[in-house]
């Protein structure tokens, strides 16, 4: 199951991606918002997040204005690892070498189509594995560290 949330600023994008997910077939949970009204990104950052944190959602996608405020909340979370991607190298880029398992994108500087395109070619991709593993183990020793009780 996938995880999609959105501010105001990410609203469009974010309906542009359901159909994405509807085209597949794909099992999501809309986690709002549901409208262009004006709220606040960290309360939509934090549903998709902790769902994902917890293996609720096996994956996430979070679209504000620019990505920038979801990213910043969406990392908060231990097992969390989310990527703000701008095209469609970063997007593919973001699963092979860093086994995303948040994508962030920004509704107001993306094209529609093109950000549509890199949903797509994140859900596509395959981690790397390998010398990425380490890299990984080193960010969840990280989290181990710093989060410890
Ligand atoms: C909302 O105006 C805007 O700040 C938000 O969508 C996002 O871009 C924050 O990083």
Redesign the pocket.
Known sequence: MIAIGS????FELKTAVIRLLDERGLAYDDCGTDNGD?VD?PDFGEKVARKVASGAAVKGILV???????S?VANKFPHVRAALATDPFMARMAKEHNNANILVL???VLDQGLAVEMVATWLDATFEGGRHQGRLDKIAALERELYKP
């Open positions: 501010d105001h600023g990410g004006s990104y504000c204005g620019t990505g920038i405020g979801m910043i920004g509704g107001r």
